[in-house]
């Protein structure tokens, strides 16, 4: 590589190669330099970094010779001060990365949401990353004020976009960090009342697989959704009648026993995979599947079943069972048990050293709530 002093003339008089490109390396700034291509356009470009990389500055005579040796010298500054800028990407390169990267330490259905939300609101496809303002980006989110709780689960996947963005050196500073959900929702504190749980819990027995009997192991385990539909047969010790489901939300196994009403559900259910639920399609939108996800189907053609029920969700079922328990004087740190909450009567430094399993307790339990059940489905017997 040629060095020379660059100068307007000298950079004019830069005669084009026969083949490829030539680099012109300045003799004034270590690094700086001009481009020239076989067909005559000049770059300024600038060589930095341990890895020795070519960094575009821009056309000449569009960017002056001035222009391009500040710029120069202040990517060479930030690179004596240890300091380095964005990497330029696309936004569909960088979310893509960033969803691979999450595959890796985030659960499936972590990634999942990740994925439709970022695809389905932020479609900057091609965009260069650092080109995306807060405000674009907020403009998307605000988009979503008639459902808030999409609302706020948008904003929070970008914000951890850019966050990963940011410690990946694609932006210089992650635009959401400094705001706060754009909505307030409100918590849901919808508890079936006695006859609708009865009601509930009847229609369930007698509703078809597998939706019917999804039903009735919410009902009577208090378990999330999720937990119940991702069930293998192999978390079922038949002969202790415990349930062991190595990995759930709060990232601790969840050990629980069940009593005859659960043994009545499982016996009822076909063993023709490693599920009790298997999907019914290898494939739902190009994405893999393994276990049941027909929920949005499934639910409503449910309820058309049911007379008398207000509006309600299946973790709704979650919540009537810990207020169940509650009301049945089944201590705190056991119906925590029995939920696997990772926060309650037994957590912190408690819960390090306290390593009982409770199991006798939760038995006993899961004894009083089925009497309680078999108490409600004698008073509002279905049909009636």
Not at 121 to 131: E, I, Q, V, Y
Not at 192 to 202: D, G, I, N, S
């Amino acid at each position: 590589m040629p060095v020379v002093q660059l100068t307007d003339i000298s950079i004019r008089a830069l005669r084009p190669p026969e083949r490829g490109q030539r680099l012109y390396r300045d003799k004034a700034i270590r690094g700086f330099g001009v481009r020239v291509s076989q067909g005559g356009t000049k770059t300024f470009v600038v060589v930095h970094g341990a890895n020795r990389q070519f960094t575009t500055l821009g056309r000449y005579p569009v960017l002056s010779l001035a222009a391009a040796r500040s710029e120069a010298k202040r990517l060479l500054a930030e690179q004596t001060l240890g300091k380095t800028r964005p990497v330029p990407v696309r936004f569909e390169e960088a979310r893509d990365r960033f969803l691979d990267a999450c595959k890796a330490k985030n659960k499936p259905r972590t990634v999942y949401d990740y994925t439709r939300i970022l695809n389905r609101h932020f479609k900057f496809g091609r965009t260069m990353l650092s080109d995306i303002s807060q405000h674009e980006i907020m403009r998307r989110i605000y988009k979503l004020s008639g459902t808030p709780s999409e609302q706020n689960h948008a904003f929070v996947a970008a914000k951890v976009f850019f966050s990963w963005c940011k410690k990946n050196n694609y932006v210089d500073a992650n635009p959401l960090a400094d705001l706060s959900k754009p909505a307030k929702t409100k918590a849901r504190d919808r508890v079936l009342t006695p006859k609708e749980l009865a009601t509930v819990y009847q229609a369930s027995l007698a509703h078809p697989y597998p939706f019917g009997p999804i039903v009735s192991l919410l009902v009577l385990t208090g378990m999330r959704r999720s937990e119940v539909a991702a069930l293998e047969w192999e978390f079922l010790d038949v002969d202790e009648q415990i349930i062991t489901i190595p990995d759930t939300k709060n990232n601790r196994a969840h050990v629980l026993p069940y009593d005859e009403k659960v043994v009545q559900i499982v016996s009822s259910v076909p063993k023709t995979s490693e599920y009790l639920f298997p999907a019914t399609r290898s494939h739902v939108r190009g994405k893999p599947t393994n276990h049941f996800n027909g929920w949005t189907k499934a639910k409503p053609h449910f309820d058309t079943t049911l007379d008398d029920v207000a509006p309600w969700r299946l973790h709704d079922l979650r919540r009537t069972f810990d207020s169940t328990m509650a009301s049945l004087q089944v201590p705190l740190h056991v119906s925590d048990k029995l939920l696997n909450h990772i926060s309650g009567a037994v957590s912190g430094v408690r819960a390090t050293y306290n390593r009982y399993s409770y199991l006798d307790e939760m038995r006993d339990a899961n004894t009083r709530y089925g009497e309680y059940l078999d108490t409600l489905c004698a008073k509002f017997p279905r049909g009636r």
